[in-house]
């Protein structure tokens, strides 16, 4: 224990550096609260010829990232390369050679995470992800040990900040869905290929790694059903404001009787509900357990900074924990190891429902449409119609209803004359407590 926890690190970007800035500018601190000094003894980067602005001795920057999983000398690895591929392997190889991991991978848990974590328990050594989901905010632990106690019946989250971003535009600014991603993309909030984010597929992932912790079985990025933020219009916004709703891209995960939904979608929440005020590129994600009730934790949920903290609170983690590594994966992949719960279809959840129809503008419209609702038993809660002639359109809100009817409705609201279009559907939230 003399030389303290060795870290090897895996890329040096972003997330990296920054965790190499905290691990130098707070040493005294960490050393202090880990019981032992923790340095960064190798760090593998595609170019390490590049200048970086990183208190690192350049030669220990290192061009092979195998030298460093199989390294005698390194006792923990930091995986901060992004995606699948080495990544996957390399996480593999240091493993295989007795060393603890902490990863800042989504992607690469989302998809892969069983054979991650059968992997570490199998190995002995630990593989460690707080700041897989929601950058800085503290979940994964609080979920795994401070709420281990209780059950949860849900998460709801804001877990992109990118889409949070420009959805915060959209309905601050009255910003076109165009407009916010090319703001987002100024500011350094989105790619240059904003998919992974507006299409959902970012936050579906950390969907499924919440959902697995929470309700011990195993979701994989493919099992969330998912519905990204590119058919919102301005129209949905403004329509929303006047009902009190804001527009938010939501990571539901939820417990159905047996089952676990879990999903990612637009939706309406009150102004009242805790996730309405939480704007920009912030993320926030609110659980209820059986006893505890509602509880939210609420930051950043990316940047290198803020991301860098939950890297360093995992190292200080391991570093405490050394006498007997492995032991946090084995407790927590135990109770997950076996699925407990079966996934729930979509088509079977159950909510509330704004749809947004261009309609035809005579007597009897309004009739023929809630005749169409009456037949699949949907109930509507309100209606009203704006414009007139070829501009008239129908804004309805539903009572509760089955997914799956919801779209049976629809059709049958596509084959009336006197319905034109049907310009958005998106799912409505119920306030909290
Ligand atoms: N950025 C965030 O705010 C954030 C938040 C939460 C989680 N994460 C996750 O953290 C991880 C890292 O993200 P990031 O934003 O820090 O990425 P990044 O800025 O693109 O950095 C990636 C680093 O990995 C190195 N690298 C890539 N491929 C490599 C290879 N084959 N061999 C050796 N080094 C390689 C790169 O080297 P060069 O420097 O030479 O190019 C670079 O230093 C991702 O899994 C991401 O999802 C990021």
Known sequence: MSDGLRVGMLGCGTVGAAVIRMLHEHAGEIERRAGTHVAVVRVAVRDPDRQR???????????????????????????????????????????????????????????????????????????????????????????????????????????????????????????????????????????????????????????????????????????????????????????????????????????????????VHPAMIPTSHPLAAVRDAFNAVLIDGERVGPLMLYGRGAGGDPTATSVVGDLIELARGRAAAGTITTAAHAAHGESVRSLLPVDDVLGEFYLLLDVADRPGVLAAIAHAFAHHQISIKQVWQEGHGDEARLVIITHVAQERTLRECARTLESLDSVKAIRSIIRVEAGEG
Do not use: C, W
């Not at 579906?204 to 990204?228: C, H, N, Q, Y």
């Open 53 to 263: 602005d990183v208190p690192l001795d350049p030669s220990l920057l290192v061009k092979e990232p195998d030298e460093i999983v199989s390294a005698p000398d390194v006792d923990v690895v930091v995986e901060v390369i992004g995606g699948i591929e080495p990544a996957r392997s390399l996480i593999l190889a240091a493993m295989a050679a007795g060393k603890s991991v902490v990863t800042a991978n989504k992607a690469l848990l989302a998809d892969h995470g069983p054979e991650l974590f059968d992997e570490a328990v199998r190995r002995g050594v630990d593989l460690l992800y707080e700041a897989a989901v929601g950058g800085g905010i503290p979940v994964i632990r609080p979920i795994r040990e401070h709420l281990a106690g209780d059950r949860i019946v849900r998460l709801t989250g804001i877990l992109n900040g990118t889409t949070n971003y420009i959805l915060t535009r959209m309905t601050e600014d009255g910003s076109s869905l165009e407009d916010a991603v090319r703001e987002a993309q100024a500011l350094g909030y989105a790619e240059a290929d904003p998919s992974a984010d507006v299409e959902g597929s970012d936050a579906a992932a950390k969907a499924a790694i919440l959902a697995t912790i929470a309700f011990d079985t195993p979701v994989a990025a493919k099992d969330v059903s998912r519905e990204g933020i590119t058919a919102v219009t301005a129209d949905d916004i403004a329509f929303a404001k006047r009902l009190g709703y804001v527009v938010k891209l939501l990571a539901v995960a939820e417990r159905v009787g047996d089952s676990v939904s879990v999903r």
